[in-house]
């Protein structure tokens, strides 16, 4: 049977565990996890991004995240937690389930960007 896009995004939501709004805010305050925006450039013009994220389309994630390339985005570490959100979710479970098989060690799925949004997170125009 053939792979759908569902059942990679369930693959992925099974490995990569879901963070609340509220503890990817207070993470992500401390400085004890890096927060990645993989939306596109143009979902990000419409409404900006959470304060203090990196963005990383998910188009670019594993060249960004391969820490031995020259293009390796250098707020990330294999033991620093990492935290993802796209729109809704899907993209950022799958960008999980990528990091986690490039060897990062703590990765959480925030969901949206309205997640964080709603959980009170400031937003970067």
């Known amino acids: 049977m053939p792979v759908t896009a569902k059942s990679l995004v369930?693959?992925?939501?099974?490995v990569v565990p879901k963070i609340s709004g509220k503890d990817a805010i207070?993470?992500?305050g401390k400085g004890d996890a890096v927060l990645i925006d993989i939306r596109d450039s143009a979902e990000l013009a419409q409404?900006?991004?959470a304060a203090g994220?990196?963005?990383?389309?998910?188009?670019?994630?594993e060249f960004k995240a391969d820490l031995s390339a020259p293009t390796a985005e250098?707020?990330?570490s294999l033991d620093k937690p990492v935290i993802l959100h796209c729109a809704s979710g899907g993209r950022a479970a799958l960008?999980?389930?990528l990091l986690k098989d490039m060897g990062y060690s703590t990765v959480y799925n925030l969901g949206g960007f309205k997640d964080w949004v709603e959980a009170g997170g400031k937003v970067e125009k």
């Open 47 to 49: 409404t900006g991004k």
């Open 10 to 14: 369930d693959a992925a939501n099974a």
């Open 26 to 28: 207070e993470m992500v």
């Open 53 to 61: 994220s990196v963005h990383i389309p998910r188009g670019s994630l």
């Open 95 to 97: 960008a999980g389930k």
């Open 74 to 76: 250098k707020s990330l």
